[in-house]
């Protein structure tokens, strides 16, 4: 998923949020932040003879026409959840300060009752705050799935056609770009058509990548 639009769900949810494009999350990335490709490649230096490429997958992704919708779709999911937790964070808040008002005039008997209200209370705020976190992390995994699929393949038919044996995410792959570099972005759109055709493509961007 889109580490920006996870992170905008969180902070609607009122989570700290950070953006987690620093570090990495490209589309092949393992769990220690390194693409496996990289890895490869890196071993296998030595004796690698393949051609390299890269692409800009946030760059096609952005320009998708069904982001626009997947975007404001999960906007407003992440609202309602939202606004769910304050409105229980403000029933919680009450109940609290109406214990700290009377608990020294209430029987201990109505005072332990109030008690456990609240521990209950504060208990279904809790597994709200976390089940909403992954309620909407699922959501967005659901509705972005499609879009980097359809990018997957469109990235491994151009690679196909172009003879290439990898090609990085210069977005997230943690890939220093020489001046050599040969940039597929433009082949990638092409493939899902969110250019014309090929012209302008022909003869690949070779530059060095600045992010």
């Not at 946030?58 to 997947?70: A, F, G, R, Y």
């Not at 008997?109 to 209200?117: N, Q």
């Amino acid at each position: 998923m889109r580490p920006w639009l996870f992170c905008l769900g969180l902070c609607l949810l009122g989570f700290p949020c950070r953006s987690q494009e620093a570090g990495g999350g490209g589309f092949w990335q393992d769990s220690a932040g390194q693409s496996p490709l990289m890895v490869e490649a890196r071993r296998d230096s030595a004796v690698f003879d393949g051609r390299l490429a890269h692409v800009r997958v946030m760059e096609i992704t952005d320009q998708m026409p069904e982001m626009d919708s997947v975007v404001r779709l999960l906007q407003d999911y992440g609202k309602k959840l939202s606004d769910n937790l304050r409105s229980m964070s403000a029933e919680y808040n009450a109940k609290y300060k109406e214990f700290q008002q009377m608990e020294e005039t209430w029987p201990e008997l109505v005072k332990a009752s109030k008690e456990r209200e609240l521990e209950e209370l504060w208990k279904r705020l809790q597994d709200f705050e976390r089940q909403s976190k992954e309620d909407y992390a699922k959501r967005s995994e659901d509705m972005l799935g499609p879009l980097t699929r359809k990018v997957k393949r469109a990235i491994r038919e151009v690679a196909e056609e172009g003879g290439f044996s990898y090609i990085f995410d210069a977005n997230n792959g943690g890939l220093f770009l020489g001046p050599g570099a040969i940039d597929v972005t433009c082949r990638v759109k092409a493939k899902l058509g969110l250019v014309d055709s090929l012209t302008g493509c022909e003869a690949d961007s070779i530059r060095l990548f600045r992010p």
